[in-house]
T-cell receptor
Framework: GDSVTQMEGPVTLSEEAFLTINCTYTATGYPSLFWYVQYPGEGLQLLLKATKADDKGSNKGFEATYRKETTSFHLEKGSVQVSDSAVYFCALGGTGGFKTIFGAGTRLFVKA | DTGVSQNPRHKITKRGQNVTFRCDPISEHNRLYWYRQTLGQGPEFLTYFQNEAQLEKSRLLSDRFSAERPKGSFSTLEIQRTEQGDSAMYLC??????????????FGSGTQLSVL
């Protein structure tokens, strides 16, 4: 069945460091891909999305590119801030033929 | 915009009791999902509806779990004969999925279930 695999956390970085959180997926067909974020004490919210191969989703300085050849959707940010500390979830689905399913999440801690 | 509303926020019950949770999605949304989330894990898919039709139920879900969305609006999730392993945060999400579009989920705050 369809699945999403994320790198295990926690990831601890200093402010202004470069961030990569790896995500790979398995799916029959061509789902949309998403990153959701859960800040401390808050619910999940959509961070960015990409709907087809080679699309790049971006928001709040975060980017991820839909790579069909490597079935990946890695999340990157060039310079993290303390306020980026949260749990990040990679997800696939969200089109007519797919339900949305999530990876296990990667917790990010950013130190000042 | 009232968002996705879940009730109750917290539920403490004794093992063997039945519990029911309610989710009120954003009013024009046609899809509604139930997920379960335990500490340190991602949301685990339980079931989802498109309008009033239940499209899929997770194979991992026992027969003690049942969900309904009778009029394509609010939904209920019932757990019968609760077990301690059912303790988790139960999340509801809704979306408006249109033909040819992709989906953005809006999550409720969840119902935290503790089975003693």
């Amino acid at each position: 069945g369809d699945s999403v695999t994320q790198m295990e956390g926690p990831v601890t970085l200093s402010e202004e460091a470069f961030l990569t959180i790896n995500c790979t997926y398995t799916a029959t067909g061509y789902p949309s891909l998403f990153w959701y974020v859960q800040y401390p004490g808050e619910g999940l919210q959509l961070l960015l999305k990409a709907t087809k191969a080679d699309d790049k989703g971006s928001n709040k300085g975060f980017e991820a590119t839909y790579r069909k050849e490597t079935t990946s959707f890695h999340l990157e940010k060039g310079s993290v801030q303390v306020s980026d500390s949260a749990v990040y979830f990679c997800a696939l689905g969200g089109t007519g033929g797919f339900k949305t399913i999530f990876g296990a999440g990667t917790r990010l801690f950013v130190k000042a | 915009d009232t968002g996705v509303s879940q009730n109750p926020r917290h539920k403490i019950t004794k093992r063997g009791q039945n519990v029911t949770f309610r989710c009120d999605p954003i009013s024009e949304h046609n899809r509604l999902y139930w997920y379960r989330q335990t500490l340190g894990q991602g949301p685990e898919f339980l079931t989802y509806f498109q309008n009033e039709a239940q499209l899929e139920k997770s194979r991992l879900l026992s027969d003690r779990f049942s969900a309904e969305r009778p009029k394509g609006s609010f939904s209920t999730l019932e757990i019968q004969r609760t077990e301690q392993g059912d303790s988790a945060m139960y999340l509801c999400a809704s979306s408006l999925l249109l033909t040819g579009s992709n989906e953005k989920l809006f999550f409720g705050s969840g119902t935290q279930l503790s089975v003693l």
